[in-house]
């Protein structure tokens, strides 16, 4: 694995090498890239943002681990990976026919999203990088590589296979205490295939991922459109909001004990987590799906706010927060697969049994919304003056 990366400078100045001339993705700074050092990274120097980072032989390390992060993830389908028994009853699972109960209990939504986002959206991703790499070792550029190195780019954000991992492991945490829990090969496999595509994720570089198929780094960014950015997040945002509700009204979760049933919120699922003394747990979720959800919300209608009226103070600052929620935002869908795991795993009839409420499907529109809001906001609106509408 990579040590940190150290930095080195760059310049705006006068280059003599087109083809190292890129323009920031975040403040659209126009600076040259020089030969990158091993184990260095490139940093905008006006916002700072990461242009740039050299591993040595690290497109090999990326289609090494990419076919290896496959292979796991094959082998982690048609083993055991959870089981539950309670009261002489037990239940067992493997990942695909744990997304099948969603189907079965009329909730197709959260069956789609979780395959979607847990096999559907890293099975292409990584079959998508060794299409581009595997070629490249030999020198062949394939056809249409800069569509398909844009798409996994722009897919990256949606893949969630390490929250769900999360979400499993506050599902065993929470329901250790009601039954016996057993870990199938399945979750080792998915497992190591989880570190596997984050290690991955540590090598892989969009710049150099260009180099490498012969694009053209130094082409043009699509021109800033400020209506458009600032009021497509209004909307996102607005949508987000009127979600939000529901989604801490409505029971997220039901719970039915020998014919007893139980609803419970967001809210109430970390008081009573909180009640019986898993503390750790609660904070997770209460950080997770109350306090990032809000604190998102708040910033980027504080980011929007600001560029359309065209304030120029404390760009460096703004932006810094915008790569947080940014970065956090994706997170908060830990809630919503802690409640697929549980409703695929306890399912015992009268005994014991948890069904998804509505405000899962809630929740999860808020995740979604909100991540939409967050890559609708164009950050190039913060350092260009000149861009901003004007009354």
């Known amino acids: 694995m990579p040590n940190q990366p150290s930095e080195v400078s760059l310049s705006n100045n006068t280059v003599t090498a087109q083809h190292n001339v890129v323009s920031c993705h975040e403040c659209a700074y126009t600076v040259q890239l020089p030969a990158i050092p091993n184990k260095h990274k490139a940093l905008c120097p006006r916002c700072g943002y990461n242009l740039s980072t050299q591993h040595h032989n690290g497109l090999q390390w990326v289609c090494a681990l990419a076919l290896s992060a496959l292979i796991l993830l094959i082998l982690a389908l048609p083993f055991e990976f959870l089981s539950f028994s309670a009261n002489g009853q037990s239940h067992n699972i493997n990942i695909l026919n744990g997304i099948g109960v969603l189907f079965t209990e009329d909730y197709a939504i ?9 096999l559907i959206l ?16 030999f020198g062949i550029v394939i056809p249409k590589a800069r569509q398909l190195a844009k798409l996994v780019v722009v897919l990256l954000p949606w893949s969630m296979a390490e929250i769900f991992l999360i979400g499993v492991l506050v599902s065993l ?4 205490s009601l039954a016996d829990i057993a870990i199938g090969p399945s979750f080792y496999a998915f497992l190591l295939f989880t570190l596997c595509m984050t290690a991955m994720l540590m090598f892989f570089d969009e710049h150099q991922l260009r180099i490498a198929i012969k694009q053209d780094i130094s082409a043009k960014q699509k021109p800033i459109n400020a209506s458009k950015s600032i009021q497509t997040t209004w ?6 909001v009127l979600l939000y509700i529901p989604a801490n009204i409505l029971p997220i979760m039901v719970t039915n004990t020998f014919g007893d049933e139980n609803a419970s919120t967001i809210v109430g699922g970390v008081i009573l987590l909180w009640q019986s003394g898993s503390y750790p747990i609660a904070l997770i979720i209460f950080v997770a799906s109350v306090l990032v959800p ?8 504080w980011l929007n706010y600001s560029v359309q009226q065209g304030h120029q103070q404390r760009n460096q600052e703004r932006t810094r927060w915008y790569r947080l929620t940014e970065f956090v935002g994706r997170w908060s869908m830990i809630d919503v697969f802690v409640v697929a795991v549980l409703v695929s795993l306890i ?5 014991m049994s948890i069904h998804p409420g509505y405000a899962a499907i809630a929740f999860c529109a808020v995740v979604i919304t909100t991540m939409l809001a967050a890559m609708s906001f164009d950050t190039r609106l913060i350092w260009h003056k000149e861009s901003m509408p004007h009354e």
């Open 110 to 118: 959260l069956g789609v999203l979780q395959a979607t986002a847990i």
């Open 122 to 137: 890293p099975g292409f991703i990584l079959c998508a990088l060794l299409m581009l790499l595997l070629p490249l070792q």
């Open 173 to 176: 945490i929470k329901i250790s």
């Open 235 to 240: 909307a996102l945002l607005f949508t987000s």
């Open 294 to 301: 809000i604190a998102k919300i708040v910033i980027l209608c």
């Open 347 to 351: 399912q015992l009839g009268n005994v």
